[in-house]
């Protein structure tokens, strides 16, 4: 029988193409496990936002994989081994909540010898990538720089870079690198003449310094396109240029506008034709503008922003990075971060992205984990996760929702499991053994560590990293928040309270956390999805939607309006599906550990406040 019915199937498709049914999705080939239908689809830029294959808007969250690029006693590659990609990746998925990873990628070592890539390291890097392709993560490659190249260092610096090989450096003549008195790694940029006279020549394309990077980049994308699966490749979301660009020196007359109208936008254009040439016509090019455009310190700030670039449109994602400089300068702010401080900040960077007529990613942020600064970590980092959920503090959440605006995609910096536990010899000097944090340039940012027994374990609260977001919104995302209740030593922070005109939520909260979404429904079948943390098991999770009000959530059917599934990927790590039937209307969805077993009429109460809520505001 079966051989017959496979036939018959295959008799049916080649007839008709496709094997539908009226009012049922079609379905696509899973290769991931716990994969579902709706899964695995390739990403596009539309209308300003991630877009997958059945029409929901995608928000890509995780994090920097990984700072060991920018060391040497790896090779340039994140891992020293698939099996640590592999642990790697499922402990991202199902300790740090991340559906996605900005993998980074070392041009010195793609091309230790001009005019020839090292396939064995591009092999490595590809089979590295696909550890994370496998648990269910989306990549993006980055072509990672910092400071040009760790060869205009000398063996005695106090820092070093990554970037640039070998060869390129020696092409230059550079003056011998100082940085006078400078307290921080990243006052090279724009103090260290080697530094700033390398990256003059690049932009300038200086003995062919750029077009043998293109080069490069072109028969990187080619090969990993040619290594990965059709469902393999369909993760890889797009691929970063450059890192962090700054013009080294602007020449007489020229601004940074200028420069990025004259110099760095027809880059981008450059790489935008060598991804097309390697097979990633498909794919959007993350294009970061000059460093400096939205820096917080007034001093160091440079208009920019790719202001003369025109509609970017669905080939290019507005990519941008955000530090507070001021909070790690350890000076400029005393106290700790508080509610909203970052909202005017991420507003801008989705002002432009709206301006430029694309998506937007922050593809780099965090604080450092260690140091003088340290105690402000857990703040900051709140604040700027909730900055990427909405461009409201959550003092006003509640009683101004429609403002919430888009939420943003961003991936942390970082995720190194060999924190603490490097043997980089800085500069190549045996002398300057680096072991301790990130063991470049004195940072220790990894929000990862290995324990004793080898288990990827968190160095920072889990409730602040492992959090609810729309993962996909069948239709638009009007507003979305998440109190994550995370931890300052003993303090819980708590800057989003469901206010006292919601009783009855209020008490389904009680000190738990929650998240809310309001969204209207799209044309498609597919359903919303909420990433669960593992603080969410899902037998005590409370939902109160217009799509009904649940206490532990059943198993994901296309006829269960609110259900959960376990995430692509097998790792462990789970989510939220909301299915609606219509087109246009407004749904919203709160999300909460914070009950025991309500009650029905609580969760009737709850639902009819929220109701009436949604209808006010929307």
């Known amino acids: 029988m079966p051989n017959i019915r496979t036939r018959l199937l295959l008799v049916l498709v080649v007839l008709f193409g496709s094997l ?4 049922a999705p079609s379905a696509t080939a899973a290769t991931l496990p716990d994969s579902l239908w709706f899964d695995e689809s390739p990403l596009t830029v539309q209308n300003g936002r991630f877009v997958d294959g059945n029409g929901r808007e995608v928000v890509l969250r995780g994090y920097n994989v990984s700072g060991e690029t920018k060391l040497e006693e790896n090779s340039g590659l994140p891992f020293a081994s698939v099996a640590d990609a592999k642990k790697s990746a499922t402990a991202l998925r199902a300790l740090g909540g991340g ?35 496998d648990a269910g993560v989306r990549v993006y490659p980055d072509f990672h720089q910092d400071l040009y190249s760790r060869y205009l260092f000398n063996s005695g610096s106090w820092y070093t870079g990554d970037g640039a090989p070998k060869w390129a450096v020696a092409l230059g003549g550079y003056p011998q690198e100082s940085c006078g008195i400078c307290l921080f790694w990243g006052q090279n940029i724009t103090q260290n003449q080697a530094v700033t006279k390398a990256q003059y020549d690049f932009w300038h394309n200086n003995y062919g310094l750029q077009d043998a990077f293109l080069a490069t980049a072109q028969k990187t994308m080619a090969y990993v396109e040619q290594h ?6 369909a993760g890889i979301v797009g691929f970063d240029p450059y890192n962090e660009p700054f013009a080294g020196g602007y020449d007489s007359g020229q601004t940074s506008r200028g420069w990025e109208q004259n110099l760095l936008w027809p880059f981008y254009q450059k790489f935008r034709a060598r991804m ?12 970061e503008p000059n460093l400096f455009w939205n820096s917080n310190i007034d001093s160091q700030k440079q208009e920019g922003g790719l202001l003369d670039a025109g509609t970017l449109g669905p080939r290019y994602v507005f990519n941008t990075h955000f530090y507070d400089q001021k909070a790690i300068s350890g000076i400029l702010m005393w106290g700790n971060a508080s509610d909203g401080q970052y909202a005017n900040d991420f507003g801008t960077i989705r002002d432009r992205a709206s301006a430029a007529g694309t998506a937007t990613v922050v593809s780099e942020f965090g604080q450092p984990l260690s140091g003088s600064v340290a105690g402000k970590a857990p703040t900051v980092d709140k604040a700027m996760y909730q900055a990427l959920d909405s461009r409201l503090p959550g003092s006003s959440w509640w009683s101004g929702p429609s403002s919430s605006g888009p939420v943003l995609s961003g991936n942390q910096w970082q995720w190194d499991i060999y924190n603490g536990r490097h043997h980089e010899l800085m500069n190549d000097n045996p002398d300057k053994v680096q072991t301790s944090g990130d063991a470049w340039n004195d940072e220790d940012l990894s929000a990862v560590k290995l324990d004793d027994s080898g288990a990827v374990t968190l160095r920072q609260d889990a409730r602040l ?46 000190s738990g956390q929650y998240g809310l979404l309001v969204w209207r429904s799209g044309s498609g079948t597919a359903p919303t999805e909420l990433h669960l943390p593992a603080s969410f098991p899902t037998a005590t999770t409370t939902v109160v939607s217009d799509l009904g009000a649940v206490y532990g959530p059943s198993a994901y059917t296309a006829s269960a309006p609110v259900a959960a599934a376990p995430e692509p990927g097998g790792t462990g790590s789970r989510r939220l599906l909301l299915t609606d039937s219509d087109s246009g209307v407004l749904h919203y969805a709160l999300v909460t550990n914070g009950a025991t077993a309500p ?20």
Do not use: C
């Open 599 to 618: 009650s029905a009429s609580l969760l009737s109460a709850a639902k009819a406040e929220l109701a009436t809520w949604a209808a006010a505001h929307f």
């Open 276 to 287: 097309d040439a390697a097979g990633w016509q498909a794919k959007p090019a993350f294009v």
């Open 228 to 233: 990965l699966s059709d469902a393999e490749f």
């Open 99 to 133: 559906n996605s990873v900005r993998f980074l990628l070392s041009w010195a070592h793609a091309e230790p010898t001009r005019g020839t890539v090292d396939t064995a390291y591009l092999a490595a890097a590809t089979a590295q990538m696909q550890a994370f392709l």
């Open 20 to 23: 539908t049914v009226a009012g």
């Open 465 to 510: 990293l492992d959090r609810i977001y729309p993962s996909a919104t069948a239709g638009t995302t009007l507003a979305f928040t998440y109190e994550d209740r995370s931890r300052d030593g003993s303090t819980t922070l708590t800057w989003n309270p469901v206010p006292s005109s919601l009783p009855n939520v209020s008490q389904l909260v009680g």
